[in-house]
Structures are given as structure tokens and as C-alpha cells.
């Protein structure tokens, strides 16, 4: 039973990023980087493909994992890249997260290379810290870039507020 309402909504999942990746390739003027969008969409779609196919635990769907990791900081990157021009060391703080995500799928795959129990405990335990240390960093870099959100609407002189009174739609 469990197994079903798993393989049925990753299967829905897929299906609604893919939608989403689909409808978002006819869009080129949204105001953010449309071509790293889409391909984080596709990827994600991808990954819950995967999880319903073929399962979680497999050494391909955790390596599409890590893609996926990467494509949205890439795409989170592209953000920060089209507000400030220049500022190279949260660049490299970007960089430095999707290697985290990049050495957890290689210790997915070092995983699979027919390793003792003890090297194999050793390499689940690092991959885990792995994934720890990217997911905690990336909520850091998404916290930034909800605290400079502000700044570049007013900067824009749009605000929640004043679509609304409008009557913009939204």
C-alpha cells in the first residue's frame, strides 16, 4: 500500500514538473533566467521519475539527486548573477555547495564498489554529512536570496501592496 501511494505520487510529481518545464519553455520574457529555470524543472521531473521507477535507495537516483541539487543552485546562482554583478564570493560560496552535492554522488557511486561493511558503513555515514552539509547550505543561500528580494522590488518599484491595490493580477 505504502509502496503504491509512493510510486504514484513521485509518478504525479514527475508529470507536474515536466508540465511545468513544458509550459515554462514558451516563456522567454519572465523576469528571471528562463534557460537554468527550465532545466532545474526537467531535472527535477527527472529525479521524481526515477524515485517512482526505479527507487530511492539506487545508485542512479541518488546520482540524479545530486544533478538536481545542482541544477537549482545553478539556477538560484543565475539569480544572484543577474542582481549583482561582480560579487565573486558568493559566487564561489555557490561553487563550493554544488561540490558538496557533486562528492555526495560520488560517494553514492563509491558506495556501490563492492566495499567491506566497514568501509561501506564509513562511506554511507560521509555521503549522509555530504547531503547534510549542502542541504543545510543551501537553505542559507534561498535565506539570501529572500532577504534581497525586498531590495530588488523596491529597486524596481514594485510591491505586493501596491499590485494589489491596482488590481494586478498575480
Known amino acids: 500500500m505504502i509502496t503504491t501511494l509512493v510510486l504514484w505520487s513521485y509518478a504525479l510529481a514527475a ?3 515536466g508540465a511545468l518545464a513544458l ?8 523576469p528571471w533566467p528562463h534557460a537554468p529555470f527550465v532545466l532545474a524543472l526537467a531535472i527535477t521531473s527527472l529525479w521524481a521519475l526515477a524515485v517512482a521507477g526505479i527507487d530511492s ?3 542512479a537516483t541518488r546520482i540524479v539527486a545530486s544533478v538536481r541539487d545542482i541544477a ?8 544572484v ?3 549583482r554583478a561582480g560579487n565573486y564570493a558568493l559566487g564561489a560560496v555557490y561553487f563550493v555547495v554544488m561540490a558538496l552535492a557533486g562528492t ?11 566495499l567491506d561493511a566497514d568501509a561501506l558503513a564509513a562511506v554511507e555515514s560521509a ?3 555530504f547531503l547534510m552539509m549542502s542541504a543545510v547550505s543551501g537553505l542559507v543561500l534561498v535565506h539570501h536570496l529572500y532577504q534581497a528580494a525586498p531590495r530588488r522590488a523596491a529597486a524596481s518599484g514594485w510591491s505586493w501592496s501596491h499590485s ?3 488590481g494586478a493580477s498575480t
Do not use: E
Not at 23 to 30: D, E, F, G, I, L
Not at 72 to 79: H, N
Not at 104 to 114: D, K, N, T, Y
Open 81 to 83: 548573477r543577474r542582481d
Open 127 to 129: 555521503r549522509t554529512v
Open 164 to 166: 494589489r491595490r491596482c
Open 57 to 59: 535507495r539506487d545508485v
Open 72 to 79: 537549482w543552485l545553478g539556477f538560484m546562482l543565475a539569480l
Open 23 to 30: 509550459t515554462q519553455m514558451r516563456r522567454p520574457s519572465v
Open 15 to 17: 508529470l507536474l514538473f
Open 104 to 114: 555526495a554522488a560520488l560517494l553514492a557511486v563509491a558506495g556501490r564498489m563492492g
